[in-house]
């Protein structure tokens, strides 16, 4: 009895493994035999791209220097009345001069043939043609009323007419006045000019 005891004594030393209860801890490998766990890889997330969209440049035509639509005693803008074509032409302002003795230009960016200047050989700038929106100081204009012109103007100084049709002439400076055309109870014609122009009647 004592032999078949102490044999299983010395049994359970050589396999002490076999003979002690298995234990586990935290992060050992799973027993043999047992499946390995599945352990999910993480995802990658994408960042999220926001597409931006380039801000756009508005198309637009660049013109010359366009000056403010006033047509004041001296000028329109920086064209003055009695530069010369020189000076003229460095404002930018202007298409290139044609004809010979009294010069002939147009305001950039009018249509063609329109915002006629002219420059006399002996007395440089002597006239700007109005067009369009372009107005005195005073507020008239290229189909202002004959009555409120007249109302505006009451100084002006009559060169000639027939009732419908009248032109006159409104002295703005020493050197400068406005000459005015009316047909059909409107303005049809504003231009300032030299008070001693030499290039037309």
Same mark, same amino acid.
């Given at each position: 009895?004592?032999?078949?005891? *102490? ?7 050589? #396999? ?6 298995? =234990? ?54 920086? *064209? ?6 020189? =000076?003229? !032409?460095?404002?930018? $302002?202007?298409?290139? #001069? ?5 010069? &002939?230009?147009? *305001? ?5 043939? !329109? ?9 440089? *700038? ?7 929106? $372009? ?5 008239? %204009? ?12 009451? +100084?002006? =100084? #009559? ?7 009248? +032109? ?6 020493? =050197?400068?006045?406005? %000459? &005015?055309?009316?047909?059909?109870? +409107? ?15």
């Amino acid at each position: 009895m004592r032999a078949t005891r *102490l044999i299983g004594v010395v049994a359970c030393l050589l #396999f002490a493994a076999a003979c002690s209860p298995v =234990q586990h801890q935290v992060g050992d490998a799973a027993p043999a035999g047992s499946p390995a766990p599945t352990v999910a890889a993480p995802t990658a997330t994408a960042p999220t791209v926001t597409p931006t969209t380039p801000a756009s440049t508005p198309s637009s035509t660049i013109e010359a220097t366009r000056a403010p639509l006033l047509l004041g005693p001296a000028g329109y803008g920086a *064209l003055k009345i009695g530069m010369t074509e020189k =000076q003229a !032409k460095a404002t930018g $302002m202007l298409t290139p #001069f044609t004809n010979s003795g009294c010069r &002939i230009a147009y *305001l950039r960016g009018f249509p063609q043939g !329109k915002g006629a200047v002219f420059v006399s050989p002996t007395l440089g *700038l002597i006239a700007i043609n109005a067009w369009g929106t $372009m107005k005195t100081p005073e507020g008239v %204009r290229v189909g202002t009323s004959t009555a409120e012109m007249r109302r505006i103007y009451p +100084k002006r =100084q #009559f060169v000639d007419g027939d009732g419908d049709y009248e +032109k006159v002439f409104v002295k703005v400076s020493n =050197q400068a006045v406005y %000459r &005015i055309a009316v047909n059909g109870g +409107k303005v049809t014609e504003l231009t300032l000019q030299h008070a001693h122009q030499d290039c037309y009647e």
